[in-house]
Each structure stands twice: as C-alpha cells, then as structure tokens.
C-alpha cells in the first residue's frame, strides 16, 4: 500500500472505525490478515484447519481458509467449507422464534402453560417460565436428560423427548439468574416442535437460513458428508504436529437446536452483514426491520469474563458485552474437535467469524484471529509484534495443556483395577429411563462403553468397583458398578443417576 499523510492515515482511520472501509483498506487487510492467519496456523500447528470471514456494513471483506479440513482426506479448506458452528447455533434458534413472535404466532414473554400443548413440565414451572426466559439462561430450570440425549448419546425419538419434559425441574440457582445451559433451547423446541409440528430444523431453514440466502448451512450433517461438499472434522492436537481426528464426530442424532448447525466463512458472512444492517443483506431488506437487532438485547445481567471479552448480558442467543472498549455482540461454541468464534460491533459495523477444527489445545486461535481483524481496522500501533506476544501466550497454554493431558494419561495407566470379578462379569445393557441404555463390552483386557453414538475404552477409578471414562473427549466421567447378595453386578451408577441392568 503506497504511503499515505497522516491527515489522510487518521481519515482512513475514521473510516474504518465506523466500519467502511475502503477498496484500498480491503485489500491492504486481506494480505495482513492471509499472512497472519498462515503464519498463526504454521506457529500453533494443533489445528488442522481454519476459515475466516470478515465483514462490513457494505458486505464481505475479506474471507479464506487454511489448512485441511480433514487430515484423513486432505481436503483443503475454502470458504465453501463447512465447519460445525456448536453452540453459536443458539442464535439462529432464537432468531426463529423471534420471527414467529413478530407474525403474532407466539409470544416470547408468555408463560409456557399460555401457548404449549400439556406436557411434562410441572404446572408451577408452565404457569411461570417463558420462551424468553429459556431462550435468555434465566429460567431457573434445567432438564439434564434431554440435553444429554440430544447432544451427546443420540439415543432419542420425539416421543422419548416429549416423555422426557416429565424431567425439567428447578435448579439451585433462582429463577432471573444467568446459569448458561442447553436444556432452555432443547426444552424450548421440544415444546414449539409439538405445538406446531414443525421440527427445528426446519424452523430454521425456514425462517433464517432460506430468507437469508445461507445454502450451504444446516443442520443434517448426515446428508452434507454424502454430498460432494467438503464437511471439517473435529480433530486434536495432541500430539505435537500430528493433528488426530476426534472418536466423537457430529451426526445427524446429535445436532439439536442449542448445538447443531454447520456452515461456511461465506454464510457466515451474510450470518453477520445481516446482524450488522439489522436483516438488511446486500441492500435488500430480507428479515423485517427491527427484528435481527431485537436478538441483541440484553435480557438478563452477569458479570463474567471469558479471555479477553467482558461479558456484561445475554440477549436472545447472543453473549452481550466488550472487547476493549467496544461493544461485542458475541457467540462462540466449541465440542469435541469444533471451535467457532461469530462477532460483530454495532457500533463499528464490523464483524467477524472464525472457525477452527480443532478445540483442545487451540481453540483459543479462533478468538487471537479475530481480534487480529478487530485490531488491525482501529489501527492498532505495532500489531504484528503484539499479536505475536499473543501467539507466544497461545503457544505456551497448548504446551502446557498437552503437558497436563500426557501426565494424566499417564497416571490413570497406572491405576490398579479396582474391580472385583472378572471383566466378563460386568458385561451387558444398563438402563435408565431418562438418559437410556449404557452397554458394557469387553475390549480385549479392558472395557468399553457406549452410550448411543458415544462409545471408549475405560480406565480404572481408585474408588471400589470404578470405572472412568471419557464418552466425550477429555471430559472424563466415573462409573460405578452395585453388586447385589449374590455378588453379581445388578446395576451402576453414571451422571449421578442409576443405571439397572437389563
């Protein structure tokens, strides 16, 4: 870029803080940004690949992909390839129902018992708890099983969920408090799918992604892997410059409504052309005026942080608060081998997605790629050297996660076994009539476990006739096993909830 006078530097300045930036800008951005992004993804080395998209109130900025999406394949990621967004799904989900709320269909701030056909949920809770409030974190209510059956297991019909609202109950924490879960979204569809028929994904489809022009986005990752279209793997980085695949992939089983949406850097910039211009997408008025930017309300209060972002509400699936001193209408996600990072600043018209295929060891790439956009368009003095001070903090967290992971690795192979028969003995299906069936297989001289689509190989724990397990990655669960008068297992229990043998 040529050089320019100072006046002209603070002008260009100017204009790129409210969000317009130029032609030149552009273009001087893109080059920035393909070399940082390159050079972050050569540095950290955990994440396979990459794609980013940044936009502006007059569109797309730039967007590119790095890496592969798949280390099993090599495909290289682009911009047409789509990574799982996890929970900046929620967004989505909530912006459905707010369009429904708009044509009358609904009233988010009514009590459920107003509107949703009877069901489990106890009367007190349907008489007082509203699609806002689940919608927002503040209902004070949680329903554990069909979160777990819808994200992780799989193990669900429409009549199990339906069966299971039976399960929604008070947390500890009071009604008006922000406790961010999934269950709110979850209960919130199994509810709207009953009342009108239409399941979530459609909703979606239909009321965001269709209007919007968002193609390659979904929820059915099913039917995207048998397309020629390429679809990022969750993967781990582990192993130092050996990026793995994660053993829990997404399915079709697992994709719900707090969770359960892939997209491309090139939808997920029409995604925020049109939160920036409030449902306005290439100067075409696609979502009715008013109702993008009612999502970004805040409904509810919380103090929080989370990196380098302040985290002051939450609105209808999106995290409200700042990043420095701008204001940050956020939602980031992550499961398994998935990072995602979605953003925008009103008040600069300038947003950003970011999404990475690994989550482990350094998902925080996403948030350092983002903020790289954010930085360069304020004009931020010596970036590239203070985003490699960023990079080396980046750096130094992924060692020492891959450190505290080998170590723990290491200690659980030297645990004794803790049971007392013979690893056929366990063997066989334990149910529970909230979370399912929990299936114990011998795997040559260990254990496995599968629940649904989950399934791996058990350690030992210390405590008497124990197990651990990591049915999802790193996120390690204990199980253990109740032998009757005979000495026989009869049961086990897992997620603080008791599983009876069949």
Same mark, same amino acid.
């Given at each position: 870029?040529?050089?320019?006078?100072?006046?002209?530097?603070?002008?260009?300045?100017?204009?790129?803080?409210? @969000?317009?930036?130029?032609?030149?800008?552009? =273009?001087?951005?893109?080059?920035?940004?393909?070399?940082?992004?390159?050079?972050?993804?050569?540095?950290?080395?955990?994440?396979?690949?990459? =794609?980013?998209?940044?936009?502006?109130?007059?569109?797309?900025?730039?967007?590119?992909?790095?890496?592969?999406?798949?280390?099993?394949?090599?495909?290289?990621?682009?911009?047409?390839?789509?990574?799982?967004?996890?929970?900046?799904?929620?967004?989505?989900?909530?912006?459905?129902?707010?369009?429904?709320?708009?044509?009358?269909?609904?009233?988010?701030?009514?009590?459920?018992?107003?509107?949703? #056909?009877?069901?489990?949920?106890?009367?007190?809770?349907?008489?007082?708890?509203?699609?806002?409030?689940?919608?927002?974190?503040?209902?004070?209510?949680? /329903?554990?099983?069909?979160?777990?059956?819808?994200?992780?297991?799989?193990?669900?019909?429409?009549?199990?969920?339906?069966?299971?609202?039976?399960?929604?109950?008070?947390?500890?924490? #009071?009604?008006?408090?922000?406790?961010?879960? /999934?269950?709110?979204?979850?209960?919130?569809?199994?509810?709207?799918?009953?009342?009108?028929?239409?399941?979530?994904?459609?909703?979606?489809?239909?009321?965001?992604?269709?209007?919007?022009?968002?193609?390659?986005?979904?929820?059915?990752?099913?039917?995207?892997?048998?397309?020629? =279209?390429?679809?990022?793997?969750?993967?781990?980085?582990?192993?130092?410059?050996?990026?793995?695949?994660?053993?829990?992939?997404?399915?079709?089983?697992?994709?719900?409504?707090?969770?359960?949406?892939?997209?491309?850097?090139?939808?997920?910039?029409?995604?925020?052309?049109?939160?920036?211009?409030?449902?306005?997408?290439?100067?075409?008025?696609?979502?009715?005026?008013?109702?993008?930017?009612?999502?970004?309300?805040?409904?509810?209060?919380?103090?929080?942080?989370?990196? #380098?972002?302040?985290?002051?509400?939450?609105?209808?699936?999106?995290q409200v608060g700042r990043y420095?001193?701008?204001?940050?209408?956020?939602?980031?996600? /992550?499961?398994?081998?998935?990072?995602?990072?979605?953003?925008?600043?009103?008040?600069?018209?300038?947003?950003?997605?970011?999404?990475?295929?690994?989550?482990?060891?350094?998902?925080?790439?996403?948030?350092?790629?983002?903020?790289?956009?954010?930085?360069?368009?304020?004009?931020?003095?010596?970036?590239?050297?203070?985003?490699?001070?960023?990079?080396?903090?980046?750096?130094?967290?992924?060692?020492?996660? &891959?450190?505290?992971?080998?170590?723990?690795?290491?200690? &659980?192979?030297?645990?004794?076994?803790?049971?007392?028969? #013979?690893?056929?003995?366990?063997?066989?299906?334990?149910?529970n009539p909230a979370y399912g069936?929990?299936?114990?297989?011998?795997?040559?001289?260990?254990?496995?476990?599968?629940?649904?689509?989950?399934?791996?190989?058990?350690?030992?724990?210390?405590?008497?006739?124990?197990?651990?397990?990591?049915?999802?990655?790193?996120?390690?669960?204990?199980?253990?096993?109740?032998?009757?008068?005979? @000495?026989?297992?009869?049961?086990?229990?897992?997620?603080?909830?008791?599983?009876?043998?069949?």
């Amino acid at each position: 870029m040529k050089s320019r006078s100072m006046g002209a530097l603070l002008a260009a300045a100017l204009v790129c803080a409210a @969000g317009e930036a130029s032609a030149q800008d552009r =273009a001087a951005f893109g080059r920035a940004m393909d070399a940082f992004a390159s050079r972050a993804m050569q540095r950290v080395e955990a994440a396979p690949g990459l =794609a980013v998209a940044v936009v502006d109130q007059d569109g797309l900025v730039h967007a590119a992909g790095f890496g592969v999406a798949d280390v099993a394949t090599g495909a290289a990621v682009t911009t047409d390839t789509r990574f799982y967004i996890a929970s900046a799904t929620k967004s989505f989900t909530a912006l459905s129902l707010a369009a429904m709320a708009r044509r009358g269909e609904v009233d988010l701030d009514a009590p459920l018992a107003d509107w949703a #056909p009877p069901s489990g949920v106890p009367a007190d809770i349907a008489a007082r708890i509203t699609l806002t409030d689940l919608l927002s974190h503040r209902s004070g209510v949680d /329903n554990d099983p069909i979160a777990f059956r819808v994200a992780y297991s799989g193990d669900w019909t429409p009549e199990v969920l339906w069966r299971l609202t039976a399960e929604t109950g008070p947390r500890d924490t #009071p009604y008006g408090q922000f406790v961010y879960a /999934n269950s709110g979204y979850n209960l919130a569809t199994v509810l709207s799918e009953r009342r009108w028929g239409r399941d979530w994904r459609d909703m979606v489809e239909e009321e965001v992604l269709t209007p919007l022009g968002m193609s390659a986005t979904t929820a059915r990752i099913d039917a995207a892997r048998a397309t020629a =279209a390429v679809v990022a793997a969750g993967h781990f980085g582990r192993i130092p410059g050996q990026p793995e695949r994660s053993p829990l992939q997404k399915t079709d089983a697992t994709m719900q409504s707090a969770g359960g949406l892939i997209s491309t850097a090139n939808d997920m910039a029409i995604w925020l052309e049109a939160q920036i211009n409030d449902g306005r997408v290439a100067g075409r008025q696609v979502l009715p005026a008013g109702l993008v930017a009612s999502t970004h309300v805040s409904q509810v209060a919380q103090d929080a942080t989370f990196g #380098p972002y302040v985290r002051t509400g939450y609105g209808l699936g999106w995290q409200v608060g700042r990043y420095g001193e701008d204001l940050l209408i956020h939602h980031f996600g /992550n499961f398994s081998g998935s990072r995602a990072h979605v953003s925008f600043m009103p008040e600069r018209r300038l947003g950003v997605a970011v999404m990475v295929n690994e989550d482990a060891f350094s998902g925080d790439l996403a948030d350092v790629v983002a903020n790289y956009a954010y930085d360069w368009f304020a004009g931020l003095p010596d970036i590239e050297a203070v985003y490699d001070a960023r990079l080396d903090a980046l750096i130094a967290e992924r060692d020492r996660r &891959r450190t505290g992971i080998a170590g723990t690795v290491e200690a &659980r192979a030297k645990r004794a076994r803790t049971l007392s028969l #013979p690893n056929a003995a366990y063997v066989g299906d334990y149910v529970n009539p909230a979370y399912g069936r929990l299936t114990i297989r011998e795997a040559g001289d260990r254990l496995s476990v599968a629940m649904g689509v989950q399934q791996a190989l058990a350690d030992y724990l210390a405590e008497p006739e124990g197990l651990r397990v990591e049915l999802t990655p790193f996120r390690g669960e204990g199980i253990v096993f109740k032998l009757d008068a005979d @000495g026989r297992p009869a049961s086990l229990v897992y997620q603080d909830a008791v599983f009876v043998r069949n």
